[in-house]
DNA sequence: AATAATTTGACCAAGGTGGTCATCGGTGCT
DNA sequence: AGCACCGATGACCACCTTGGTCAAATTATT
């Protein structure tokens, strides 16, 4: 096994195993392998130095067990794909719903695995490489696997029609992330994340779709 | 006088000096202030430790150097904005080649800017936060600035469907900037630059446009 | 109360930090 | 050739942070 994680890690109750995990995140994240700071992370997650170095003997242990524990976060976000839903703009909705929830719980992940690509660390290089690529070539497969492209536009580049459409849902994902810690009920969050995304999605729709599937 | 640069910075000549002043930015995009290496700087800018801090008196001094060099930038690109212009795209579509030509010659000025915003160092938050939001403000205020927004279509949500252009623009631009370098002649990198954007620019105007203005 | 399991933080050697300054090398003048 | 000038250099400094250790303290279990 490449990575082994002494079994006191998962001893630890969820909450705490989060907060150790978000921490590391958060430094790894904001400043790659090499300056990241164990002596940030056990602050930020409120634990002794100590017991970061009892749960994983070193720094690149922690970095492979949280780079796989984000991993392991998107896979999953994969399999809940519905594949009969043959829309794209409903499919994508969705799994930008998905990724609300998930950054509320992770609120670094998928910046954390965007990040990993080019990190430049000779130590985990190889480890990230082999699995990033995987990654997004699957997630990319799977999204658009099955959408119903005879209601698009025929004289619309469809491809171009598609960035657009992934630039302005990172866009509002963005937007949206930085307005998600206001609310206190997620319930509430998703609600209005929807209804105004929906704007969005209208105005997008009337340029890729034929006049027909406008309205949903 | 609140930064004083002794002048032998100054007689450098142009190419060093843009060399010092890229590798400054690029040094403090990546790691913020703090931690932003003076050594990792002169060993990009090729010159020697004693020089550096012979031109400037402080790494603070060198920052707050760079980044009013930086503003510079920007309130120079605000001033090409040809006002007589009405349309929206025809007006972006301009400023988003200036930005490229300046981003062919100071790679991350604007991630610097963007990212000097969100600097955590007490050392030089107040120097940025005075200037960053008017600059952002005046910019909007100009780049909007008799914009005949009468050829919009009626029933559009005109503030989302900037918002929409906005990302797109950004996402064009960073797939852009990622090809830059593959082109040695800028001129021909235009060209191509334009008539792909042109495609993105036509998606969009079918929606945002009424019909008799989509096509320029 | 006794034992086992966890957590702690002072401590370490190693390496990096911003900044200094005696020395060097080149250029131009006499 | 000899001299004076000046920008460039990098070894050097005191200081700080680093990843990782471990004896001691605390908590949990019997």
Redesign the interface.
Known sequence: MVTEIKSNFYKLNDDKRELIINAAIKEFVQ?GFD?ASTNEIVKEAQISKGSLFNYFKSKKDLYVYVFEYSVQIIEQLYEQIDLTETDLFKRLEHIGIQKMYIQKKYPHVFDFLAQSVQEDSAEVKEIINSKVDAIYARGTKIIYQDIDYSKFRED??IE??I??L???M???GEKATRQINTFEDMAEFGEQYLKEWE??AE??K???YKNEFRVN
Chains 1, 2 share one sequence.
Do not use: H, P, Q, V
């Open positions: 400043n300056k619309l580049d171009k029609a960035e657009i992934n630039w302005t990172f866009g509002f704007i969005y105005i997008l009337y340029s890729f």
